[in-house]
């Protein structure tokens, strides 16, 4: 999970679904549910909804919350059935793959004692805030309780992502060597480009980060001269562009 920028909608766009938000408000609130589960079936402006959220998302429209897979479902990141009124929110709108959206995380939404949301938003916050990404093991440790909740509800740690996280270093670490053979920048920006649009987009983002903190070599004691690479600000200001 990496921080996101999110898009503007086009105008005539919003203004729909802005309308459609307002019927459900007008709806009784008893049904209020029910009557949004339709209209988002029934809503023909999902299919820009993906296209700006595919525009957003990591890699080759990866899933926005595990990296993994890509991205195949619009989901509310407050659940409908928890907020009905932000069904047609643009700011409540994820993309997800659909273990994600409808085997792990559902309609599960913590939020703190005082009302505080506990489940990670990238297109608000940045996630490396509340967690931190082991790289030997590919597993998250929270540094926060909004980490916690999140690896729990998402699922970070199922081994299928750990196992996922460890092979896309390995890829990292030959694309960063193949960057610094490279004599010619086309074949620079292939390398990067290889990076980029790789599964677990958090890797590559952990290992910038990691890469200056004063146990950097620690972390990388494996990887001799990776340190290095990692610190240059040519291959710096590609990865995180």
Request: hydrophobic share 40%; with cysteine.
């Amino acid at each position: 999970m990496i921080r996101l920028t999110r898009a503007q909608l086009p105008e005539e766009v919003a203004g729909r679904l802005a309308g459609l938000t307002e019927r459900l408000r007008t709806a009784p609130r008893a049904s209020r549910t029910t009557h949004a589960r339709r209209l988002w079936r029934a809503n023909p402006d999902r299919k820009a909804l993906r296209t700006a959220l595919t525009a957003m998302a990591p890699g080759r429209q990866h899933c926005m919350y595990c990296g993994d897979n890509q991205g195949t479902d619009i989901d509310h990141h407050e659940p409908l059935s928890r907020n009905p009124l932000r069904t047609f929110d643009w700011l409540n709108h994820l993309l997800a793959c659909s273990m994600c959206n409808s085997h792990v995380k559902r309609d599960r939404y913590p939020v703190a004692t005082d009302g505080t949301p506990l489940l990670i938003d990238p297109t608000v916050e940045d996630p490396f805030e509340h967690l931190v990404l082991a790289l030997s093991l590919g597993e998250y440790h929270p540094l926060t309780a909004k980490g916690r909740a999140t690896i729990e509800v998402c699922g970070l740690n199922r081994p299928l992502l750990t196992r996922g996280r460890v092979q896309a270093q390995r890829v990292v670490i030959y694309c960063l060597r193949e960057w610094a053979r490279a004599r010619s920048a086309a074949n620079r920006a292939r390398a990067v480009l290889t990076v980029r649009e790789q599964p677990f987009a958090d890797v590559c983002q952990s290992m910038l980060r990691q890469a200056v903190l004063p146990t950097a070599n620690l972390v990388f004691s494996d990887s001799p001269g990776v340190v290095e690479l990692l610190r240059q600000p040519e291959l710096r200001a590609a990865l995180l562009s």
